[in-house]
């Protein structure tokens, strides 16, 4: 079975510093794609990024970047420059290919200070 | 270019009754899934349409059910309603159903259930 565990419930940043939120998974499948979404105050799901489990480079976003360890299972997300309105919930999600079963971790709430 | 449209936004229906939910993808996609989102558990996907065919389904009960019609608009329904059905449904589209599409996500039908 499919697992992503987010370690952090919350996370503070200073405004134009970068943040790294946490995200760990746990399958035994070789082929698989890893996701960021962000969700407002407002509920809707933004999709950030994607990380396909064969891709050698880890995946940039303007901002956003995943610091993709394979070996570790580990997909973390870096935002740079942090602006105020990235304040959201963060969530890490994983799933198949040809599969839209797709299963989030917990989510991070970020907090950017002025 | 219209993103993933739900209606309705906010919903306060009484426990027993039914309720049906409506989400309309961007044109173009034909795949539409649908996830519960509350504070204790977090995202949990209910099932997936592609082509009008139910793909797959999560871990809920017969009382969850939905369709998905020619023009890929889907609807959810629930039937005999709980008060736990309390929660934020959302649904997503994308284009396909694998590799890096991901999705698109509503902002969400707010369901209470007094």
């Known amino acids: 079975a499919q697992k992503i565990t987010q370690t952090q419930p919350g996370m503070f940043v200073q405004e134009k510093e970068a943040v790294t939120l946490d995200c760990t998974y746990d399958?035994?499948?070789?082929?698989?794609?890893l996701f960021w979404y962000k969700q407002p105050s407002s509920g809707e799901m933004i999709f950030l990024i994607y990380q396909g489990s064969y891709d050698e480079q880890n995946a940039t976003e303007g901002r956003y970047s995943l610091n993709f360890q394979k070996a570790r299972k580990s997909a973390n997300l870096v935002i740079s420059a942090s602006q105020l309105g990235d304040s959201a919930m963060y969530f890490c999600a994983m799933k198949k290919p040809n599969n839209n079963d797709m299963r989030f971790g917990a989510g991070t709430r970020l907090t950017v200070k002025p | 270019k219209a993103g993933v449209t739900q209606t309705p936004r906010y919903l306060i229906k009484t426990r027993g009754q039914q309720v049906t939910l409506s989400c309309s993808p961007i044109s173009g996609h034909r795949s539409v899934s649908w996830y519960q989102q509350t504070p204790g558990q977090g995202l949990q996907f209910l099932f997936e349409?592609?082509?009008?065919?139910?793909?797959n389904k999560g871990n809920f009960p017969g009382r969850f059910s939905g369709r998905q019609f020619s023009n890929s608009r889907s609807e959810m329904n629930v039937s005999t309603l709980e008060l736990g059905d309390s929660a934020l449904y959302l649904c997503a589209s994308s284009l396909s159903r694998g590799g890096s599409y991901g999705y698109t996500f509503g902002s969400g039908t707010r369901l209470t259930v007094v």
């Open positions: 349409y592609f082509s009008e065919t139910q793909r």
């Open positions: 399958t035994s499948d070789q082929s698989y794609g």
